[in-house]
């Protein structure tokens, strides 16, 4: 049976919820599905992540209606997207990101049209106002179900709002990964060939703590001079990170060469991964690292890697209170213990199936025929 379905995201740049998007966009136009993109704050609707030939690409670009007013802008947004909506008469609208959820909701009330809404954050609707969080509660009645990527969310989620119906459908992962748009940075440019390599990627922010990762490998690099740290990624850190490998003096050992867009290359050079967030929802990268057989170790933060990693089974799980002191821990046991590195490394191979884009698309399509 044929579905028209409109899917609504900020724009299609890299992100973890625009790799979503390409793939519900290229799966379901391949079922023969009529599918409308729609971008609501760009122009730029492909930039990064293609999507199917068949696919209707929108775009709400009214900023140069009203250049000097947000507000009025965002009014204007929000009316053409319900004429958008009104017009196509979709089967169902699928929002992602809680700004565009937000929009979505109030743009469709009244209307007839399924609406399901994507949170992607350990804690859903978190960017939004609690001083406005009752408004919420009456706005995402129009919601007919919510989909989150993990248990903790949707817990979190039963208990504020029970009466929306809520699904977990996590990330797939792609195996092997193809070629990003970034730059192509060789591995045997940034270090010799005869280095072993920690790895780390992300962007360089303050909640990812590339800094603490900085200051734990700096204490024991000189007990294993055959181990280097490769920091990809870019972000507004980048000054203060560089600055603390002046101070450290660890240039020669640590690396930040950039954002890659050659990422495959990086994790089948890379001999152990490392994921130092505080805070996470879903982490594309530890879901990469482990499908390509990388032992990982990463902060058992409240949601995410605890849904991927069964601690000394396929990963380390630390404690987010030992901070450093875990951190170097972790480290030293997989650097130290080979045997315990490489039964990491063939266990986590293991989660390929499990979030295989097959395996993700059986559950986006019981969500669609439920």
Request: some cysteine.
């Amino acid at each position: 049976m044929n579905k028209n379905i409109i899917i609504l995201v900020s724009a299609m740049n890299l992100g973890g919820a625009q790799r979503v998007v390409s793939i519900l966009c290229d799966q379901w136009s391949q079922k023969g599905y009529s599918i409308t993109l729609i971008s609501t704050f760009t122009g730029k609707t492909t930039d990064h992540y293609k999507v199917h030939e068949n696919v209707i690409v929108k775009s709400l670009n009214t900023n140069s209606i009203f250049p000097q007013s947000k507000i009025l802008n965002l009014m204007a947004k929000l009316i053409q997207l319900r004429h958008i909506i009104k017009n196509e008469n979709p089967d169902v609208v699928i929002s992602f990101l809680t700004r565009v959820n937000v929009a979505s909701a109030l743009s469709m009330l009244g209307l007839q049209s399924s609406l399901i809404i994507c949170e992607r954050t350990w804690t859903p609707f978190a960017t939004l106002s609690n001083k406005f969080f009752w408004m919420y509660r009456i706005l995402f009645k129009r919601v007919t179900k919510i989909i989150v990527q993990t248990d903790e969310s949707q817990k979190w989620l039963n208990l504020h709002f029970p009466a929306i119906p809520v699904a977990v459908i996590p990330n797939p992962v792609s195996y092997p990964l193809t070629l990003q748009k970034g730059e192509i940075i060789q591995p045997h440019k940034v270090m010799s060939d005869d280095k072993k390599v920690i790895l780390a990627c992300g962007r360089l922010h303050k909640f990812k703590q590339f800094d603490l990762l900085i200051r734990a490998y700096a204490k024991i690099k000189d007990k294993y001079s055959n181990w280097n740290l490769v920091i990809l990624g870019e972000g507004e850190e980048r000054a203060e990170l560089n600055k603390v490998l002046k101070n450290l003096d660890v240039s020669s050992r640590i690396f930040l060469p950039g954002s890659a867009g050659n990422m495959s290359e990086w994790y089948e050079r890379a001999d152990l991964f490392v994921l130092s967030s505080s805070v996470e929802g879903f982490p594309n990268v530890l879901l990469e690292a482990m499908s390509y057989g990388l032992p990982s170790i990463s902060f058992d933060c409240d949601t995410g890697p605890r849904d991927m990693i069964q601690d000394g089974f396929n990963g380390v799980l630390i404690n987010p209170e030992d901070r450093e002191s875990g951190l170097i821990k972790a480290l030293e046991k997989m650097i130290t213990d080979t045997p315990f590195r490489r039964s990491i490394a063939e266990n986590s191979i293991l989660i390929r199936d499990k979030y295989s884009v097959e395996s993700i698309m059986q559950k986006w399509n019981n969500v669609l025929d439920s």
